[in-house]
Each structure stands twice: as structure tokens, then as C-alpha cells.
């Protein structure tokens, strides 16, 4: 099994900037990626950014060339830079990794943007 523990969120203003980390502890040399997803009140979960064992990264549409996706191996910990967010960005982040056994998730950070 993996344990995953999210840090960082809380409430950031427009067009400022937030980090969030995720620390995976137990089985990690079966992770193969880890990522965040999101969820908004009323909306299903979705991706955010993710990032495999080699740095091939993806991010949703809504993030690109604002959010930054990172992962230092020998941590075992993947960073989500989050930059000039949005209201919209408003959401409980989650971190996720996949590995040979499946997917595990950490419990989940609130990010809050607004003045």
C-alpha cells in the first residue's frame, strides 16, 4: 500500500500564487505516476496535472501555462506550483499516484481563491 499526505492549500488571492505537496510513504518503488485531481462543489472530479516516473507530465487545458507540475523522485514527493489562480481554481485538490496494485488518494487540501 501507499500513504499519501497533501500540504500546502488554503485561501490564496487572485493572480498570486500557492504550492502544494504531496509526500507518498509505503510501497513507492511500485508508483509508476502521481498527480493531483480537483474537485468543486457540484462537479465531478477531474484531472489537474499528472507526472510519471520519467517526467513525461499532461495537465488539463484550464491549468496549462499557470500550473506546474514536479516530482522529486528520491522524496518521493510531487509539488503542484499554482500560478495567478482563479476563482475558478476554487476546488479541493487531491493527491493521487498509480502503481502495479492501483490507484491510491490522499484525503484532499482546500484551495480557495478569492480577495
Known amino acids: 500500500q501507499v500513504q499519501l499526505v497533501e500540504s500546502g492549500g488554503g485561501l490564496v488571492q487572485p493572480g498570486g500564487s500557492m504550492m502544494l505537496s504531496c509526500a507518498a510513504s509505503?510501497?513507492?518503488?511500485?508508483?509508476?505516476?502521481m498527480g493531483w485531481y480537483r474537485q468543486a462543489p457540484g462537479k465531478q472530479r477531474e484531472l489537474v496535472a499528472r507526472i510519471t516516473h520519467v517526467g513525461t507530465t499532461i495537465y488539463a487545458d484550464s491549468v496549462k501555462g499557470r500550473f506546474t507540475i514536479s516530482r522529486d523522485n528520491a522524496e518521493n514527493t510531487v509539488y503542484l506550483q499554482m500560478n495567478s489562480p482563479t476563482p475558478e481554481d476554487t476546488a479541493i485538490y487531491y493527491c493521487?499516484?498509480?502503481?502495479?496494485?492501483?490507484?491510491?488518494w490522499g484525503r484532499g487540501t482546500q484551495v480557495t481563491v478569492s480577495s
Open positions: 509505503g510501497s513507492v518503488f511500485s508508483i509508476t505516476a
Open positions: 493521487n499516484c498509480a502503481t502495479v496494485m492501483g490507484d491510491y
